[in-house]
């Protein structure tokens, strides 16, 4: 480290062409792996970090669409989604983040109550893009609940080919966004099926113990039915949740989950009470504890999703 030139946070904002309190911001929630100097905690930016920012933000526009999925519930789909999103937008990424759930619980996950929501854009009753909210900088929502139990009725009676209703209806999406993360339901009906015909990526949050690892087999064949007319579909994530390395048995599951996904195996999100905590307050772990466990390990994913791990 000695070596390492450290730059001060207004050096940095003026080489990025960034305010020095986005650069504050970041350092404080922990996006640049910067250090704190002298007694009152100055920060201090090591190049490397600069560089590495360099590259990103002079990375083009692709949206990528990724769908937080797996059938069975409480198994971490909407934390997950919800950390991630929150996650990629502080990191300066232009982020939507999609509920596609009856539970509709992203926006209160976030602190936020939208007017509307997916169900009024699927119903054609009002735009897509008077039916986006913004719930952070760079973190827009479309948000999900009750309402989409009568749209699934909806697309499935009046519909040719209903498992196109998403993508024919968030189309105008593209280019708008780096980032469109879709939070699922625990279930295998139309709207599931629609997010698989609209997303390229899948991300599965499996919870350590037995049945769900059971699940994601089950899940895997029906991703594969879809796959065969859905070409652009991939299983690109498995991300162990709950980990609890004082129980044995999370231990083993996640070492065979290692073996048998080496390629797909993310680093696991530790069982943590403040990522528990945080949804009462209606933040993101990045906002209500930014020196937690969990947040340490929402940002490793966070960097695994952009490439960087
Ligand atoms: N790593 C964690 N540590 C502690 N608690 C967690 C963790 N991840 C999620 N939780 C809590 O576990 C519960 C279930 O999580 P979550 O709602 O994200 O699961 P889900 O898969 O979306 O559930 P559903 O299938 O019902 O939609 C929530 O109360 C959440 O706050
Ligand atoms: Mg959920």
Redesign the pocket.
């Known amino acids: 480290m000695s070596d390492i030139k450290l730059l001060t946070p207004e050096e940095t904002a003026q080489i990025l062409g960034l305010s020095p309190k986005t650069i504050k911001d970041w350092c404080r929630a922990g996006y640049i792996k910067a250090v704190k100097i002298g007694k009152g905690g100055i920060w201090r930016i090591p190049e490397n970090e600069l560089d590495r920012l360099i590259k990103e933000r002079s990375g083009k526009r692709e949206v990528r669409k990724i769908a ?1 999925a ?1 059938s ?11 950390n991630l999103a929150a996650g990629l937008a502080i990191a300066g990424n232009k982020v939507l983040v999609i509920d596609t ?1 009856t ?1 509709g ?1 992203v926006a209160p996950l976030l602190g936020v109550k939208p007017p509307t929501g997916l169900s009024d854009v699927l119903g054609n009753s009002i735009s897509l893009e008077n039916a986006i909210y913004k719930a952070r900088e760079n973190l827009d929502i479309l948000a999900g609940g009750s309402s989409l139990a009568a749209t699934k009725i909806s697309i499935s009676k009046n519909l040719d080919q209903p498992q196109f209703a998403l993508a024919v209806a968030l189309e105008p999406l593209n280019g708008k966004y780096d980032y469109v993360i879709i ?4 279930s295998w009906d139309i709207l599931n099926l629609c997010v698989l015909f609209f997303a390229h990526e899948v991300l599965v ?1 499996i ?1 350590l113990e037995v049945l769900s690892v059971q699940g994601l087999v089950q899940f895997q064949d029906n991703l594969d039915a879809v796959a065969k007319y859905q070409q652009n579909l991939e299983l690109k994530y498995i991300l162990p ?3 609890d390395n004082r129980v044995k048995r999370s231990n083993e599951i996640y070492e065979q989950l290692k073996t048998a996904y080496s390629d797909k195996i993310c680093d696991p ?11 009462a307050k209606g933040q993101p772990i990045f906002e209500f504890d930014p020196n937690s466990i ?1 947040a340490d ?1 929402y940002w490793k994913l966070v960097d695994r999703v952009k490439g960087r791990r």
């Open positions: 937080i797996l069975k519930g409480g198994v971490g789909k909407t934390t997950t989604a919800v759930d539970q619980q939070d699922t339901a625990p949050p919870s949740t709950f980990l999100i530790h069982y943590n009470s403040k990522i528990a905590e945080a949804p969990g390990d």
